[in-house]
């Protein structure tokens, strides 16, 4: 029998589960760490990935922008409701628990140790952490991660939007955890 998908708004709407079921779904075990982003828009589109992907937890760390705030909530359409969040002042405290906790840690910049994300194996839970696109992710954190990855640039441009970044990670994270 084929399955049905939904072919319109208002069936994929009816489709979806309550929102006291909600909270009964099973969370996919990835996490994600935010390193001192500064962009509202940035942070607000993160929350949308992160609830559509239903991730087990998102951290802002240092002084990434935290809800409430009214930018975050316009772009992320309201998700950080949905979201688990939590504001830490380390990002490395936060990956040194994660790692503590057996994740594996992989860190999305360019540099001279990324490999190509689409060669990258994985092990969950998993963790993406995403810095600023102006300055990176710290050596400090760099130097804990487990692997760094990094999507090709072709153009005269050195980087992608974070949050364009972090959907392409975080669906090829997901489509590897539906292989296993």
Not at 7 to 21: A, I, T
Not at 74 to 84: F, I, K, N, Q
Not at 135 to 142: A, K, R, Y
Request: aromatic share 8%; proline share 5%.
């Amino acid at each position: 029998m084929p399955i049905h998908t939904p072919s319109s708004k208002g069936e994929l709407r009816q489709s979806k589960v309550s929102k006291k079921m909600f909270s009964n779904l099973a969370r996919s075990p990835i996490y994600i760490v935010l390193d001192d982003l500064k962009s509202a828009f940035n942070v607000g589109s993160i929350f949308r990935l992160a609830d559509a992907l239903l991730v087990s937890k998102l951290y802002l760390c240092g002084r990434t922008l935290s809800p409430p705030n009214h930018k975050i909530k316009t772009t992320s359409r309201g998700t950080e409701r949905w979201v688990p969040w939590e504001h830490r002042s380390s990002t490395i405290d936060t990956i040194k628990e994660l790692k503590k906790a057996g994740v594996y840690i992989l860190c999305a910049e360019l540099s001279a140790d990324s490999i190509d994300y689409k060669k990258i194996t994985p092990s969950f839970p998993a963790c993406l952490v995403l810095g600023r696109e102006y300055d990176g992710i710290s050596s400090e954190v760099l130097d804990l991660a487990d692997c760094i990855v990094s999507l090709p640039i072709f153009g005269m441009t050195n980087s992608l939007n974070v949050a364009t970044t972090a959907s392409v990670l975080l669906y090829e994270l997901h489509q590897v955890i539906n292989k296993q």
